[in-house]
């Protein structure tokens, strides 16, 4: 009996369980927009979904289909699909699985852009309602008879809430609701949300998959816990003989065919290659996090600090009890006194950039960039402080990282 190989080594060789020409350790650029066929009816056969091939490259490429491979196995899934960005992921699901009047229940505390996608699917007939998803109470209290879809987040960005996980996936069980969980803050090294029983699960691959800020993609994957018989959405020609796969294919054909989001090679190459040395980059990435949560928490200069890592954090125990760690995201504000552009001037190793998930530390004053276009109202119902600052953490030396910190809050 073959032994099951560990995280990083099963993602490190998953290209040479198949082969690959000249003995390549990485899977090749398929660069070609179309696929020519021998046999006419064997073409025929691959645009009818009855055997393996690719038809046009908008419906994906062999290069993507690798990197489909290696976020499926670290999500432990049925099946995954790969998109140009993460948005272009999310955006995918809703286009592909609601129809007009459906109903979505989300978390209070999404990701801006993602709120925003939300605001645009209410203008064309799918209704959201927005909830605090740290309380399982809440969530329940926002189902209607037409909700289709949960959505959370494991941890918000930038105040770090974290969503009532287990207990949604209880309930959308019970109630039979698909549950979508992003997964993008946590990373499949640090959580897989089939563990909570999520339908679908989104990973912005951007960000700490790729990890290297070189390429933009997004996933979606199936974990095969959502019976798709129970989903009064999924058109008749795409209910194949395995019913598991019934939304997968949905997502594939009306998500990514139709809408047109597709991953190019390029970009499916450099995430595939970053992919490999996730478990290494969280690691070191998460430990630099918690000494910079512990070290600003401890600054007379800063009012709070937003970091599930901390004791004081509401979710702390939550978190510790989900995650196999803290996440390399924290949040923090400065004292009023300070100016928060002038502090953030002063930093010489942290890059000023809206990006996360890179291996070099970024930080960003929240109210005034990504989260600027919500307005001061909805700002301040998410908590979101004009002196709040979010800092991605990345893998430099610990000491540098402080250093830079301590010097910046002194001027």
């Known amino acids: 009996m073959k032994r099951k190989t560990g995280f990083t080594t099963s993602i490190l060789h998953a290209d040479r369980e198949s082969v690959i020409e000249h003995g390549s350790l990485h ?5 070609s927009v179309a696929y020519g066929y021998r046999d006419a009816r064997e073409l025929a056969n691959v645009f009818q979904g009855k055997a393996q091939g690719y038809a046009y490259g908008r419906q994906g490429n062999p290069t993507a289909a690798a990197l489909e491979e290696k976020v499926n196995r670290m999500e432990d899934g049925i099946g995954t699909v790969c998109f140009g ?54 969530v329940e209290a926002g189902i209607r008879s037409e909700t289709r879809l949960i959505f959370v987040e494991t941890i918000a960005n930038p105040r770090t ?32 949300p089939n563990a909570v029983k999520a339908s679908l699960v989104v990973n912005a691959l951007t960000k700490y998959i790729g990890g290297h800020g ?5 996933s979606v ?33 009306k998500g990514l065919r139709d809408w047109g989001g597709t991953l190019a090679a ?11 040395t ?8 998460c430990a630099n996090a918690m000494s910079l949560a512990q070290f ?64 070099r530390t970024l930080a960003i004053p929240v109210a005034h960039t990504i989260y600027h276009e919500m307005g001061a109202v909805r700002r301040a119902s998410m908590g979101i402080a004009d002196s709040l600052i979010r800092v991605s953490v990345g893998i430099e030396d610990r000491e540098d990282l402080l250093a830079d910190f301590a010097q910046a809050m002194t001027g």
Not at 27 to 31: E, R
């Open 221 to 253: 994957t199936d974990t095969g816990i959502f019976d798709w018989t129970r989903f009064a959405n999924i058109q008749d020609t795409y209910k194949g003989p395995k019913t598991a796969l019934w939304g997968l294919t949905q997502i594939r054909k």
């Open 161 to 192: 809430q974290i969503a009532d996980l287990s207990h949604i996936g209880e309930l959308c069980a019970r109630r039979g609701l698909l549950y979508v969980v992003d997964n993008t803050m946590t990373s499949p090294y640090l959580f897989r």
């Open 27 to 31: 899977k090749p650029l398929h660069l």
């Open 296 to 359: 600003l928490a401890a600054r007379p200069e800063v009012r709070a600090v937003y970091y599930p890592g901390l004791d004081s954090h509401p979710q702390h125990a939550l978190a510790g009890e989900l995650f196999a760690a803290y996440g390399a995201l924290l949040s923090f504000e400065l004292d009023p006194k300070l100016d928060c552009f002038d502090f953030l001037n002063r930093l010489q190793h942290v890059v000023l950039s809206s990006n996360l998930g890179d291996n």
């Open 85 to 138: 960005t993460g948005m272009a992921a999310i955006g995918a699901i809703m286009l592909a699985l609601l129809r007009d009047g459906d109903h979505i229940v989300a978390s209070s505390f999404l990701f801006g852009n993602t709120n925003s996608l939300f605001n645009t699917l209410a203008a064309h007939g799918n209704e959201v309602t927005f909830v605090d998803a740290t309380d399982v109470a809440l």
């Open 214 to 218: 070189n390429a933009l993609g997004g």
């Open 266 to 276: 390029e970009q499916a190459h450099h995430l595939a290659v970053g992919a490999e």
């Open 278 to 285: 996730l478990s290494l980059r969280m690691d070191r990435a």
